[in-house]
């Protein structure tokens, strides 16, 4: 017989001015843990803008048996104060972390609070996370990782099930303020990725817990779980699932999806994330029949050599072929697009920018992006041993760019997007999260957004010709500055009353006890 315990599951605080989305991860292991008869109090802290001290307060007020946590790269040192000043007012119950940070991030936590904490357990926890409860044994759970007499020891792989549909639906007490903050609802049609790009913490993530790179719930199942919230009042949904197309059978799952969404009659607009090998004319014209509005492309770059590295298994003219039928249909499109990674070169980078100009209708959190090092990827790994990092921040490992034209761009470009990325921020994320506003407000947060993008591109254009120079790039980034300094205090104001009228608000940072 199981022993019912209690349990908080926490989404902690962030440090981040981006608004606040749900966790679903602990959402599933709120609604298991409740089929199993354990009592859970869920606090979503971050999206209740609750500070340290509050949740603090609320931990040792309900004083549970175990308390887990989720957290992310940017509540770590939250998480971490949090812990110890539990720890410091006599809670004596037990502490689980979990989710993809706290798996890759394993040894840092540890080495942090490695004695004040259970452990972690790794990779999908839905079975792991349960077993937990009963033996309340981080020891004799598999995929744990924990520190036992100061050494890290890690527990062999757990083996998680293929049925997604077996799983109880999420936990949605958070329902209230996902409306409130205009966040559409998060539904998970499908774990995993079938693609392995070398940069990508999906694909690693999975082998935490499995050998299927993709595992989907049936359309059934899926449509059901739309209809049970379309009926609570909800209106959109991000399904965020890394690939919603996993598998290669036709397209007979989406097409399946596609009209059994037809026969609910519900009315939703929703948001996914695809390949460009996923795009194909009649299947995206159906999506969007059925209330596909925008959609989450993993393009890259526009540079063949680059796309091998990164492993995406595509060519160039498949990413833009994928771009001019999304296009053709009216899919607002958020591109993911690395410019720059440590083997730049400045005409690779010429190359980026004529199809960034080409396809600058797509949404791009601005255009000094750069390669993201997050341990455990096969790019970070070789990376490490060809040219070696400066240090981390977060989950990201530093690394400067070899070529000295293209790093002096970088720095150029990076100075100008840094100013004015708490404006950037508010501006795209209406349009990237995306936000639950009407379709109206929708495009005139993404024209506010175009204007930005038209000005990063000119930008660009212009600072191109100084980079053997730093000095002349200083002198023409202060010059660049003056003359869009108006537009940029205009474009502010007129999100500011965006903001007020479509009842948005941005993320506070709640994170001092
Ligand atoms: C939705 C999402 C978000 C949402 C919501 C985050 C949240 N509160 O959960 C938003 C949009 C806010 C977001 C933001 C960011 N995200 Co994000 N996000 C995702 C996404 C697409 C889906 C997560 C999800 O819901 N999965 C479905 C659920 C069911 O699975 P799960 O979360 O993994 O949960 C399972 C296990 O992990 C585990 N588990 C989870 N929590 C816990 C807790 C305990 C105690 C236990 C035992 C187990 C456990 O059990 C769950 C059930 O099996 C993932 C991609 C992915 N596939 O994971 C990226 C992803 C996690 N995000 C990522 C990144 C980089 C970010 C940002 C830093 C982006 C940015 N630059 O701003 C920010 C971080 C902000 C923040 N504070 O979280 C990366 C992480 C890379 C890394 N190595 O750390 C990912 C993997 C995307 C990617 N392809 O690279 N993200
Ligand atoms: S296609 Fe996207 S989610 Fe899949 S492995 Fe590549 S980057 Fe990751």
């Known amino acids: 017989m199981t022993v019912s315990k209690k349990i908080v599951l926490l989404s902690p605080p962030a ?13 599933y292991l709120a609604a298991e843990s409740i089929e199993c008869g354990h009592k859970v109090d869920y606090v979503d802290a971050w999206m209740s803008e609750m500070n340290l001290k509050q949740v603090g307060k609320i931990i040792l007020e309900k004083n549970p048996d175990v308390i887990g946590i989720s957290p992310s790269m940017d509540s770590f040192q939250i998480v971490i104060d949090l812990v110890l000043f539990l720890r410091s007012n006599q809670y004596k119950g037990q502490i689980v972390f979990g989710g993809i940070y706290a798996s890759f991030e394993a040894e840092s936590l540890l080495a942090a609070i490695g004695s004040q904490i259970d452990g972690i357990l790794t990779g999908e926890a839905d079975e792991t996370f349960q077993e937990f409860l009963r033996t309340g044994k981080i020891c004799d759970v598999s995929g744990s990782i924990y520190q036992y007499q100061g050494r890290i020891i890690r527990n062999p792989r757990q083996k998680v099930s293929d049925n997604l549909d077996s799983l109880p639906l ?50 059934k199942n899926i449509v059901s779980e739309l209809v049970d919230l379309s009926k609570k009042g909800e209106d959109m949904v991000k399904l965020i699932d890394d690939n919603f197309f996993g598998q290669r059978d036709d397209k007979q799952r989406e097409k399946r999806f596609i009209q059994l969404l037809k026969d609910s009659g519900i009315n939703m607009r929703f948001r996914l994330s695809l390949r460009v090998d996923d795009v194909e004319d009649d299947i995206i014209e159906s999506f969007k029949q059925v209330g596909l509005f925008a959609v989450s492309l993993g393009v890259e770059s526009f540079v063949q050599k680059k796309l091998n590295d990164f492993a995406k298994g595509v060519t160039v003219k498949q990413n833009i072929r994928a771009l001019e039928i999304l296009h053709k249909h009216d899919i607002y499109v958020q591109m993911g697009h690395i410019m720059f990674w440590p083997f730049t070169t400045m005409a690779e980078i010429e190359e980026e920018l004529l199809f960034l100009e080409k396809f600058k209708w797509t949404v791009t959190k601005g255009i000094c992006t750069k390669l993201f090092l997050a341990d455990g990827t096969r790019i970070t790994k070789r990376l490490y041993s060809e040219i070696g990092f400066k240090g981390k921040e977060g989950a990201n490992n530093l690394y400067e760019i070899i070529d000295s034209k293209a790093n002096n761009f970088y720095y150029a470009l990076r100075s100008w997007t840094k100013e004015f990325s ?28 175009m204007r930005l993008k038209e000005m990063d591109l000119e930008v660009a254009k212009r600072l191109i010709p100084y980079v053997s120079d730093p000095i002349k790039l200083q002198k023409t980034l202060e010059q660049l500055r003056k003359e869009f300094s108006e537009s940029l205090v205009l474009i502010g104001n007129q999100t500011d009353h965006l903001y007020n009228q479509a009842g948005l608000s941005i993320g506070q940072c709640n994170t001092r006890i």
């Open 422 to 449: 708490p404006l950037y921020e508010q501006v795209i994320d209406p349009v990237s999260s995306p936000k639950n506003v009407t379709q109206q407000m929708y495009e005139s947060f993404y024209k506010l957004y």
């Open 170 to 219: 999420p936990l949605r007490e958070t329902f209230s303020l996902v409306r409130k903050l205009k966040t559409p609802s998060h539904v998970m049609g499908s774990r995993g990725c079938r693609g392995n790009c070398s940069f990508c913490s999906v694909a690693c993530y999975q082998q935490f817990s499995t050998e299927k790179r993709w595992r989907g719930r049936s359309p």
């Open 15 to 27: 440090n981040t001015h981006r608004t606040p989305e749900e966790c679903l991860g602990l959402e």
